[in-house]
């Protein structure tokens, strides 16, 4: 059974920082995407940044491209983002995702709030 959990969320100021987490379990995830994606209240859910496990290619969001990174932990099965300079507009539900092909997975979802 394919168990994405998700960490790290919270409340903080806007400037500060936050990482989540993300633990994968369940199956292989050598070839899958993984990513993080977000929802607002009201908003539709969106990307945020992804990667590879092989490889390690990133991408991002262009909201948030030089103010988070993606990361991976093979040993661990880990996938985190570390956001910092957070802004008001950052808060949403994060969810992690792991996706190959068909087979689509997600978490269920840590919350971060950014105060102004």
């Known amino acids: 059974q394919v168990q994405l959990v998700e960490s790290g969320g919270g409340l903080v100021q806007a400037g500060g920082s936050l990482r989540l987490s993300c633990a994968a379990s369940g199956r292989t995830f050598s070839d899958y995407a993984m990513g993080w994606f977000r929802q607002a209240p009201g908003n539709e859910r969106e990307f945020v940044a992804s990667i590879r496990w092989s490889g390690g290619r990133t991408y991002y969001a262009d909201s948030v491209k030089g103010r988070f990174t993606i990361s991976e932990d093979n040993a661990k099965n880990t996938v985190y983002l570390q956001m910092n300079s957070l802004k008001p507009e950052d808060t949403a539900v994060y969810y992690c995702?792991?996706?190959?092909?068909?087979?689509?997975?997600w978490g269920q979802g840590t919350q971060v709030t950014v105060s102004s």
């Open positions: 995702n792991a996706r190959l092909g068909f087979y689509n997975y």
